[in-house]
């Protein structure tokens, strides 16, 4: 299965400051690009995601930035919020037919410090 | 309206053993994925049925079975349970197999002892 790497494998960032947790792929059928948010002992949820027809998505205070020649794509949290520390994994599949499901990364842990 | 439901919530079994985890979607969703979530990585594909045919498969052993039934709902069967299997397993729904949002379920914590 093909590769989705996920850095920092944890990160800090003080109340009110930007988080940014960056994804690269290798599969270039991949064109679907979700990013999630879990909490422990729950399921993963859904955040945002992103088509490579765009180049930035913006939901709130959530931002998916994509940069297709590069093969990687980015979260960015602004005015991050305690309430914002949780598990993110960013995720790719293959929708054109293919049916191998999303491929994780291996998540990061982020703590917001108040 | 309800999200996607699991159950039961947690198991323990002993090596060898079979277990079936269950998991019912989201109104109108008619595709279920199942994922293995080992603690501290991301969770990894096991399988997709659409409309209650496999549409896909992950690298999984054989001991690992999944149908999907006639309301959508879903049963993961995984036989002669190894300590390896302790696992987190999720099931997510989508409205169809491709260029979908996939919402996944709280989850069914399993413990191979």
């Known amino acids: 299965q093909q590769q989705v790497k996920q850095s920092p494998q944890s990160l800090i960032v003080q109340k009110g400051g930007i988080s940014i947790i960056n994804c690269a792929y290798e599969n270039t059928a991949f064109d679907y690009f979700p990013w999630y948010q879990q909490f422990p002992g729950k399921g993963p949820a859904l955040l945002i995601a992103?088509?490579?027809?765009?180049s930035e998505k913006k939901e709130g205070r959530f931002t998916i930035s994509f940069n297709k020649s590069a093969k990687q794509f980015s979260l960015h949290i602004m005015d991050s919020q305690p309430g914002d520390s949780a598990t993110y994994f960013c995720a790719a599949s293959d929708s054109g037919g293919g049916a191998d499901g999303l491929t994780f990364g291996k998540g990061t842990h982020l703590i917001i410090q108040p | 309206d309800a999200g996607v439901t699991q159950s039961p919530t947690h198991l323990i079994k002993t090596r060898g053993q079979h277990v079936t985890l269950r998991c019912s979607p989201i109104s109108g969703h008619k595709s279920v994925s199942w994922y293995q979530q080992v603690l501290g990585q991301g969770p990894q594909f096991i399988f997709q049925?659409?409309?209650?045919?496999?549409?896909g498969r992950g690298n999984f052993p054989d001991r690992f079975s999944a149908r999907q039934f006639p309301n959508y709902s879903s049963e993961l069967n995984v036989n002669a349970l190894l300590l390896g299997d302790s696992a987190l397993y999720l099931c997510?729904?989508?409205?169809?197999?491709?260029?979908?949002?996939?919402?996944f379920g709280p989850g069914t914590r399993l413990t191979v002892l």
């Open positions: 049925y659409y409309e209650k045919e496999e549409r």
């Open positions: 992103i088509r490579p027809d765009v």
């Open positions: 997510a729904s989508s409205r169809r197999t491709s260029y979908n949002e996939q919402f």
